[in-house]
């Protein structure tokens, strides 16, 4: 991962796309102290996690902007969501967290609203990262009946 996003901080250099650029350099950066902390180069499961994280500061500091009335700084840390959602995985549709879903409350047994907690970590264990946590979890609220 590390050595594509060089290659296309460069591409953007060469460009002249500055805020790609920038946002690039970022998230090498990110990457870069993760590898440094686990002392072993990233895998790509890795990585992707940490862009997840990033992408995740992004959209929190966009609302946070947007809320506070910024909405020109709100729509650069979106578009730079935008440039860190080109390398992570695709997510998964909304059928496909369904089923996950349906699949987890099979294997944990749940019945009620209660059980939320317990179909979420096998669900999000499931979706390897590939969906959002709030998309799976109103599936899980929506499936499970009131306790």
């Known amino acids: 991962m590390i050595p594509r996003i060089e290659a296309e901080v460069r591409a953007a250099m060469k460009s002249g796309d500055a805020r790609r650029r920038d946002t690039l350099r970022l998230v090498l950066s990110a990457l870069k102290s993760a590898e440094k902390e686990a002392r072993t180069e990233l895998s790509d499961e890795q990585a992707a996690a940490v862009l997840r994280r990033e992408r995740k500061r992004r959209i929190e500091a966009a609302d946070a902007y947007r809320a506070a009335g910024a909405e020109d700084r709100a729509a650069a840390e ?4 935008v440039v860190i959602d080109e390398f992570l995985p695709a997510s998964l549709g909304e059928d496909e967290i369904s089923a996950i879903v349906e699949q987890a409350i099979a294997e944990t047994g749940a019945t009620s609203q209660r059980d ?6 096998a669900a999000m264990a499931k979706t390897g990262g590939r969906a959002d946590g709030r ?3 109103a599936a899980v609220r929506a499936r499970l009946p009131a306790a």
Do not use: D, K, S
């Open 116 to 121: 939320v907690g317990t179909v979420m970590r």
């Open 135 to 137: 998309a799976v979890q």
């Open 78 to 81: 979106e578009a730079e969501a």
